[in-house]
T-cell receptor, first 116, second 112 residues
Framework: GAVVSQHPSRVICKSGTSVKIECRSLDFQATTMFWYRQFPKKSLMLMATSNEGSKATYEQGVEKDKFLINHASLTLSTLTVTSAHPEDSSFYIC????????????FGPGTRLTVL | QKEVEQDPGPLSVPEGAIVSLNCTYSNSAFQYFMWYRQYSRKGPELLMYTYSSGNKEDGRFTAQVDKSSKYISLFIRDSQPSDSATYLCAMSLNSGYSTLTFGKGTMLLVSP
């Protein structure tokens, strides 16, 4: 149980284009989903928290106009990296809480974004 | 002082050894404590989840929380090469969907 999927697992795009990453909770409903960024050999950096049906809450220093988050349903959240640049290349990971479940997070497998 | 301190390692042990991984923290308000295992280029996998002080055992894994010392540990018995990964400690403040504060992770290498 508590499986979170992400799509795509890997994406390569040209500078200036936009990329959408999907995060789905497969066997549970997730009222809250989280988006993280991870650099090589570094820990997870929380980017934003999204609640179904409401605007995402962004961490300090994260550009909300660049990293668009939509949490349209209890099982789906999307992160769109707009006008991507090489410095946006990173490993993006989502996680989700089980609605009504324990206070922990279940993580997706991550998406490797490379911007050329 | 960082909120959560964790030695990055790498920690190298032979197969079958008992492994001890630790984190210290500064915020006494943390109540929920987790250990995640992350393989290279994969998302973190929840291993253990504990609330407040005490011990919790699951198979070869034992998690300990000492809130008075602000110190948490993960013990791995009979370590296997497949345990080679980065182990992240994480903690949160209170019930509800609060954010997690992570340690930087300890890389563990178990040699056959």
């Amino acid at each position: 149980g508590a499986v979170v999927s992400q799509h795509p697992s890997r994406v390569i795009c040209k500078s200036g284009t936009s990329v959408k990453i999907e995060c789905r909770s497969l066997d549970f409903q997730a009222t809250t989903m989280f988006w993280y960024r991870q650099f090589p050999k570094k820990s997870l950096m929380l980017m934003a928290t999204s609640n179904e049906g409401s605007k995402a809450t962004y961490e300090q220093g994260v550009e909300k106009d660049k990293f668009l988050i939509n949490h349209a349903s209890l099982t789906l959240s999307t992160l769109t990296v707009t006008s991507a640049h090489p410095e946006d290349s990173s490993f993006y990971i989502c996680s989700a809480n089980i609605a009504g479940g324990p206070e922990t997070q279940y993580f997706g497998p991550g998406t490797r974004l490379t911007v050329l | 002082q960082k909120e959560v301190e964790q030695d990055p390692g790498p920690l190298s042990v032979p197969e079958g050894a008992i492994v001890s991984l630790n984190c210290t923290y500064s915020n006494s308000a943390f109540q929920y404590f987790m250990w995640y295992r992350q393989y290279s280029r994969k998302g973190p996998e929840l291993l253990m989840y504990t609330y407040s002080s005490g011990n919790k055992e699951d198979g070869r894994f034992t998690a300990q929380v000492d809130k008075s010392s602000k110190y948490i540990s993960l013990f791995i018995r009979d370590s296997q090469p497949s345990d080679s990964a980065t182990y992240l400690c994480a903690m949160s403040l209170n019930s509800g969907y609060s954010t997690l504060t992570f340690g930087k992770g300890t890389m563990l290498l178990v040699s056959p």
